[in-house]
């Protein structure tokens, strides 16, 4: 007769960890979510990268099956357009180069003080024909 002890009872129990874990898995992925290990990941590479200040946003997307991110990254406010690019691609190289799970990444740039979504937004206003409206 088969043992019905705590070793046994775990490995064959719907309430497997493992078990819960690969669905939990498969379930997110049907949803097109993202492991958070993988921002807290993007995060660290993009921190490594000399002249990134801030790391705002990271996000992370399913696109078919392929991997996404999107960054907005703070450098200092007095670098030229060129300088702040280079260190965007500098970003993006670290990224695709040692997270290779990522098919593509897009860095915004934005000075310090100033990152992030917030800061791009457009408040409600008119013109036009068009009613009042926000972006």
Known sequence: MPSCGP????????????????????????????????VEEIR???????????????????????????????????????????????VRHEMMHHLGYLSNAVIHVDPVGHSGEEYHRIEEHEHGEYPLHGH
């Open 44 to 90: 660290y590479e993009i921190g490594r990268v000399e002249g990134v200040k801030d790391i705002k946003e990271a996000r992370v997307r399913w696109i078919g099956h392929r991997l996404h991110a999107g960054v907005n990254i703070a450098v200092d406010a007095g670098l030229s357009v060129e300088e702040g690019h280079e260190i965007a691609m500098d």
């Open 7 to 38: 070793d046994n009872r775990t490995r064959h129990h719907p309430g497997n960890p493992a078990l819960w874990d690969s669905g939990k898995a498969v379930f997110t992925r049907m949803l097109d979510g993202v492991d958070p290990g993988i």
